[in-house]
């Protein structure tokens, strides 16, 4: 039983890790598209700086979580 919670555990922490890609992803493409029109900037600040707050969340989360 215990390998069974170790391996779920180990899967989750694996999903939360590739959710974080993501994020920094999108971010980075909301901030090229930045640099290219001033109308877009005004349009992702907001977005850009709730998935920066999401992805310092997901990393406290991750250095806090041991894998197994």
Same mark, same amino acid.
């Not at 909301?30 to 997901?58: G, M, P, Q, V, Y």
């Given at each position: 039983?215990?390998?069974? +919670?170790?391996?779920?555990?180990?899967?989750?922490?694996?999903?939360? %890790?590739?959710y974080?890609?993501?994020?920094?992803? %999108?971010?980075?493409?909301?901030?090229?598209? =930045?640099?290219?029109? =001033?109308?877009?900037?005004?349009?992702?600040?907001?977005?850009?700086?709730?998935?920066?707050?999401?992805?310092?969340?997901? =990393?406290? +989360?991750?250095?806090?979580?041991?894998?197994?």
């Amino acid at each position: 039983m215990n390998g069974f +919670i170790e391996k779920n555990h180990n899967r989750h922490l694996d999903m939360l %890790q590739e959710y974080k890609k993501s994020l920094v992803e %999108q971010v980075r493409a909301l901030e090229k598209l =930045d640099r290219e029109s =001033d109308f877009i900037k005004e349009w992702n600040r907001d977005t850009i700086i709730e998935r920066k707050a999401e992805i310092k969340t997901i =990393d406290i +989360i991750l250095k806090n979580l041991v894998r197994f």
